[in-house]
Structures are given as C-alpha cells and as structure tokens.
C-alpha cells in the first residue's frame, strides 16, 4: 500500500496514530492544545458532509426520534452499566462517552451501505443540537461538582457549534473529495497519536484492565450493533432504512470523548474512548466489508 492509498485510508490512519502514539508517547508538552484543534477540524471537514438544507421535511422527524433512542437511549444505557464496573477516573470516561453525540461519520457511511442519507443527515444533526444541552446535563447529574460545567459547555461550543459554523464557509470552498479525505484522517490520526500518547503507561502497565476494557468495547460496539440489526430485520424493517440504525446503535464521538476527557480531567479518563476508537473502526471495516449491499 503507497503513501497516497494510507493517507486516505480510515483504518489504517488510526492504526497508525494509535501505534505511533504508544511507541513514542504522544506529544511532549500542549497536548490538550493540539488534541482540541486536531477535533476542531477534524469536525469543520466533517459537518461538510451534512448538508443542512436537505434534512427538512417532517417524514424524517421519526426517523431522529429512533436515532437519539439508540445512540442516546440503547447505547447510552449499555455504556452506562457496564461503565458502572470500574473504578471512578475509568467511570468518568465511559459517562463522557455515554454523553457524546453519534459520530459524524455515520452520514458517509450511510450512504456507501446503500442506506437513506438524508434520514442519517436529518438525524445527525438534531443528534448534535440535543449534545449541545444534554452532554452538560448528563456529565454534571453523572460526574457532579468533579466537572466544571462552564469549562465543559466552553469546549463543547469550540469542538461542536464552532465547527457547525465553519463547515458551512468551508463547503463554499468545494474542496476535492480526496483532499478532504486525507485531511480529516490526518487530524484524527493526530488526536489518536496525543490521547493514546498520554496514556502509555496505562496499556502498558495494566493488561488486565485493557482487557477489561476491551470487553466493554466488544459489547457496546458490535453487541449493540449487530443486536439492532437482527432485530429491526426480524421486524421486517428495510434494508435501507436499517443501515443508519444499526450505525445510531453502535457509534459514539470518541474524538469529542478522549478530546473533553483530557482537556477538562486527566489522561486516565480518555483511556475507554482511546481503547473503544480500535474496536470502532474494526467494527465499520467489518460492516463495510460483510454487510450485504442488496436488498433484504
């Protein structure tokens, strides 16, 4: 694989930043800093994807209703319990990510599943106007007086309403698909490489708990995921409109996660999104790969 087909390969980016990052422990100094303006634009290049425009109409209105249920609802309560089982700086890390919105890139994902993508847009973004209110809510009911409320809405408007903002100017500029590409897996591989830095210590000296982890991970990705999928198919649900809820289920923010875990607590908490990031992109180049692409 040449240079070219990594840089716009998703996988192997975060591979890569995830190893480099554990090899040579992430940055030395600003690693809040770079860890912030790596997400920020990261996000700027993916809200270009969601086209604004095209999510009105009242028929996708159920159709957010159902995608805040499972990502806010299903996934947010198995995060939740099974969170519940570790100690408090790794609880304060799985109640972030409980809190975090759908990632972004459900809506490209969507639409190279075959699913709808306009019902993916339409619930993305109402999925991120509900994080504006309900990420605080959620981490201050959860976490209490250990989070400051004003330093985490202030991070929420750099890394989600900022970039909402500058996505719109950016799309005016009507960068190529390919550039785009590479410079969103650049920003994510650099913000794989600072978390997973600051966190050496903490996979390398304690096994049990990556382990522990990583069966957490195993559960609220792929459980999660694959349990949707068997149940809306046994409802008879349709193929297309199956795919963006089986993605809703099993797809959280962990950028947003491990970037407001080490900007407002301690490194120690950005460790279940850092461990969750792998077990999610194993999950999508799964889906990607064996999810028939025909009807049924």
Known sequence: MNAAR???????????????????????????????????????????????????GREHRKDALLALALNYGLLTVVILACGSLF??????????MAAAPSAI??????TVLGGRTSKALFAT?????????LMPLMTLLLIGSAVSVTSLITSLALLIALPMGLSRLVMRVK?????????????????????????????????????????????????????????????????????SSMLFASYKNLGLTATIAIALFDPMVAVPATICILFEVV?????????????G
């Open 175 to 243: 960068l190529e698909k390919r550039t785009t590409t590479i410079a969103m897996n650049l920003s994510f591989a650099v913000l794989i490489f600072a978390v997973a830095g600051s966190n050496r210590d903490a996979f390398f000296g304690d096994p049990l708990m990556v382990a522990a982890i990583s069966a957490v991970c195993l559960i609220r990705t792929f459980g999660t995921g694959l349990g949707t999928e068997l149940v809306l198919r046994k409802a008879g649900v349709p193929r297309e409109e199956r795919v």
């Open 6 to 56: 990594v840089l716009q390969s998703y996988s192997a980016m975060m591979v890569l930043g995830l190893v480099l990052g554990l090899l040579l422990g992430g940055f030395p100094v600003l690693t809040k800093e770079v860890s912030m303006a790596s997400l920020a634009l990261l996000m700027t290049l993916s809200l270009t994807n969601v086209r604004f425009a095209e999510t009105r």
């Open 125 to 133: 973004a109402v999925n991120y106007v509900v994080a504006l209110g």
């Open 87 to 96: 100690s408090e700086k790794l609880w304060w890390g799985w109640v972030l």
């Open 105 to 110: 890139s459900i809506v490209p994902f969507t």
């Open 283 to 295: 999950w999508i180049v799964s889906v990607l790969r064996f999810y028939p692409r025909g009807s």
